[in-house]
């Protein structure tokens, strides 16, 4: 008789120990070991061959086993038969992709961006590697067999090529990497929507007639510019500086009749320096003087805000 199990990790997340007390429940249910079990997976010089030590750690809930391990575990742990074993298998993988799932949940820091924003191969690039994250970060390899499974198979290379910004897919790959990713059916017809987009982008523009003009959205400085603004936006939001009832150009012009009330009070002060008297009290010439001269100075800005309303004549300083 094997040794006991040990128990599940006690900080294993939930989904976690729910795909380590189902692997422990199919091992139970044979009433046997973990060297059987691994005699089970095939000969030891065989790809899919699993050790015993690998097989009870990932029963252990401690970190999560990869998907092969999960896989060859529910053949060997049951009726050998085929309904059996794809039933087993299929169970197994739905738990150990609700685990990955949950494992990369905690870099999916934010909002995803809306696809109506994605103008470029890089940006492209950056939302498939989210969707990758949210189905559970597969690894390349898993994304080719899985590409391969819906009938267009996207090689591993490719795949993060793709992911990476540095080439544009074709609709098929786009498609079956979008499967590979479980994105639905309706969110599929907007990311077609993001390609067909970016492809119209990069088409050169056909050249203007005489008198006419180009269209500036066509042009990548334009679409650079863009993308800055909506981050631009988007962390202003969050931060609070645009308020929630106001538009992003509405937030530019509050921001620039604030600089220019700023700079005219800066020109103000600037402009006018008060005098220093050291101390000294002014006697009633000095007093009077002074008077006159600030209404003398408020006459000039008075004339130059307001240029059509006649000007109050200075009075002569004494």
């Known amino acids: 008789m094997g040794r006991p199990t040990k128990p599940v990790a006690a900080r294993a997340r939930p989904r976690l120990r729910a795909l380590a007390v189902y692997l422990r429940q199919l091992k139970d249910e044979t009433c046997t070991t973990y060297t059987t079990l691994s005699e089970r997976t095939g000969p030891p010089n065989m790809p899919g061959y699993r050790g015993a030590s690998t097989l009870s750690q990932a ?42 799932i949950e494992k990369a949940r905690p870099q999916l820091v934010g909002r995803g961006p809306r696809t109506r924003k994605i103008r470029t191969t890089a940006f492209l690039g950056q939302a498939l590697t989210r969707l990758r994250v949210r189905a559970g ?55 077609h929507a993001v390609l067909d987009r970016i492809e119209h982008r990069r088409q050169p523009p056909p050249p203007p007639g005489r008198g006419g003009y180009t269209c500036a959205d066509d042009n990548p400085a334009v679409q650079e510019y863009l993308e800055r603004r909506d981050r631009d936006e988007e962390i202003k939001r969050r931060t609070g500086q645009i308020h929630p009832d106001e538009t992003y150009e509405d937030y530019e012009e509050r921001m620039y009749e604030r600089a220019q009330r700023q700079a005219e009070d800066e020109w103000l002060y600037e402009y006018y320096e008060e005098p220093e008297n050291n101390g000294e009290p002014e006697d009633e010439a000095e ?8 209404a003398a100075f408020r006459a000039r800005i008075k004339a130059l805000v307001e240029p059509d309303s006649p000007a109050e004549p200075a009075t002569e300083r004494p």
Request: no cysteine.
């Open 287 to 294: 007093k009077q003087a002074r008077a006159a001269e600030h």
């Open 59 to 100: 029963a252990r809930g401690t970190q999560l086993p990869p998907l092969g391990t999960v896989l060859a575990y529910a053949r060997a742990a049951g009726d050998p038969g085929s309904r059996a074993v794809q039933q087993r298998e299929a169970t197994a993988q739905k738990l150990w992709k609700a685990a990955a």
């Open 137 to 191: 970060q597969p690894s390349y390899s898993a994304v080719e067999r899985a590409t391969d499974a819906s009938g267009h198979r996207v090689p591993r290379s490719t795949a993060h090529l793709i992911l990476g910004g540095d080439v544009l897919p074709s609709r098929e790959q786009l498609a079956a990497l979008l499967n590979a990713f479980d994105v639905t059916a309706a969110e599929a017809v907007e990311w």
